[in-house]
């Protein structure tokens, strides 16, 4: 089982709807989680960051946290095409405070 | 120079050839990494150095070594390549002192193929 776990999807939404990302973490990982976009050829570019239970918004996106049932996710409002990407879920190792476990990534589709 | 740079951008290399990738950041981050990407396996930690002068090892280290020799250099060598280590690389760096929690910042990457 991998520490961080993400649907690899595809995910195939509409413009203009609400593209909804999910993960999953083991008791590996500590309570500080970040969000990254990468284009196919590109390299991961962090989006979102949440350390504390609840909701994080930043623009369109909205961060969650659930610490009780270790699941993180990634809400896109307004989902536009420049959004299809590859998210990857990415959380702190809790031994060593500052290595990352990585999700595989969710390809995401943003249909015009 | 802005942010993190790599080097070279791709490469084709023989089996058994010895080869260095190169990475270089200017944002005095203590932190670096490098992680392989494979399709379906995602991002792969190699190595990590906290600091100047420290190394660690990550999730898939046989086959590599670095050195950090300064704060701003972090090397990958590939002492004898094989085709497994077909892969994209990417270098990354944070400011996490201790048990900080700060972001990583990722460079370009380098694609290598291994023949």
């Known amino acids: ?112 | 120079i802005a942010g993190i740079t790599q080097a070279p951008t791709s490469q084709i290399l023989a089996a058994g050839r010895r080869m260095t990738l190169r990475c270089t950041q200017d944002m005095r981050h203590n932190a670096m990494y490098w992680y392989r990407q494979d399709l379906g396996l995602g991002l792969r930690l190699i190595h990590y150095s906290n600091t100047a002068g420290t190394t660690g090892k990550g999730e898939v280290p046989d086959g590599y070594s670095v050195s950090r020799a300064n704060t701003d250099d972090f090397p990958l060598t590939l002492a004898s390549a094989v085709p497994s280590q077909t892969s994209v690389y990417f270098c990354a760096s944070s400011d996490s002192w201790g048990r900080g929690v700060n972001e990583q910042f990722f460079g370009p990457g380098t694609r290598l193929t291994v023949l």
Do not use: H
């Open chain 1, 1 to 112: 089982q991998k520490e961080v776990e993400q649907n690899s999807g595809p995910l195939s939404v509409p413009e203009g709807a609400i593209a909804s990302l999910n993960c999953t973490y083991s008791d590996r990982v500590s309570q500080s989680f970040f969000w990254y976009r990468q284009y196919s050829g590109k390299s991961p570019e962090l989006i979102m960051s949440i350390y504390s239970n609840g909701d994080k918004e930043d623009g369109r996106f909205t961060a969650q946290l659930n610490k009780a049932s270790q699941y993180v996710s990634l809400l896109i409002r307004d989902s536009q095409p420049s959004d299809s990407a590859t998210y990857l879920c990415a959380g702190i190792d809790s031994n060593t405070g500052n290595q990352f476990y990585f999700g595989t990534g969710t390809s995401l589709t943003v249909i015009p």
